[in-house]
């Protein structure tokens, strides 16, 4: 089975600093790449996707990822971050051998300092 | 925009009660889930359902059932509730050959 693996728990950053939070996903084949983001107290919203294309993919808010494959990889990133932006962060793989599943890494607990 | 509506926010339920947490999707979507939530663990999937009638087991399925007698509603059942299955959960319905997910607001349930 699919395993997505996210490698920061808690990240504390403060307004203006630049983001990066990684994702690994354990193996290839047809897959979906999505970053949901949890702000507090809401429901999970979806951030970006990926299912083709360009590898760089913009989502709401500044926030991009990049899918390399040969890494098995879809690092979310944001060059300035801003106190608005603290939330959980989850990674998600959507695989089509697995009845559409959506697979999720642990998530990341970001806050940013004002 | 497709809206899918847990029927409660928080629950509190006693130890072997049978709980039934709701979840309704306006969307016309085949497929619907119900993961739960727990801290360091991301979302776990319980079951999933691709059409009325039809369910799958997820990672997770001991101590839970599910419910799928209509398109739009999907009903997540603990058989007798326990301290461990206290979580949040959360419903989402996709669309068939679509991984792409909508997740309703989630129901935290605490189990005493």
């Known amino acids: 089975a699919q395993s997505v693996s996210q490698h920061n728990h808690h990240v504390i950053l403060s307004e203006a600093a630049s983001l990066e939070l990684g994702c690994n996903y354990s193996y290839g084949g047809t897959v979906n790449l999505f970053w949901y983001v949890q702000y507090p107290g809401q429901h999970l919203q979806l951030l970006l996707k990926?299912?083709?294309?360009?590898?760089l993919v913009k989502g709401i808010k500044g926030f991009e990822a990049e899918f390399i494959k040969s890494k098995f990889s879809f690092n979310l990133r944001k060059p300035s971050v801003q106190w608005s932006d603290t939330a959980e962060y989850f990674c998600a793989v959507g695989d089509y051998n697995a009845g559409n599943m959506l697979t999720f890494g642990g998530g990341t607990r970001l806050m940013v300092k004002p | 925009d497709v809206k899918v509506t847990q029927s409660s926010r928080y629950l509190v339920k006693r130890t072997g009660e049978k709980v039934f947490l709701e979840c309704v999707q306006d969307m016309d979507h085949e497929n619907m889930f119900w993961y739960r939530q727990d801290p360091g663990l991301g979302l776990r999937l319980i079951y999933f359902s691709y059409d009325v009638k039809m369910k799958e087991k997820g990672d997770i399925p001991e101590g839970y059932s599910v419910s799928r007698e209509k398109k739009e509603r999907f009903s997540l059942i603990l058989e007798s509730a326990s301290t461990n299955q206290t979580s949040m959960y959360l419903c989402?319905?996709?669309?068939?050959?679509?991984?792409?997910?909508?997740f309703g607001q989630g129901t935290r349930l605490t189990v005493v």
């Open positions: 989402a319905s996709s669309l068939p050959g679509n991984t792409e997910a909508f």
């Open positions: 990926y299912f083709s294309g360009d590898p």
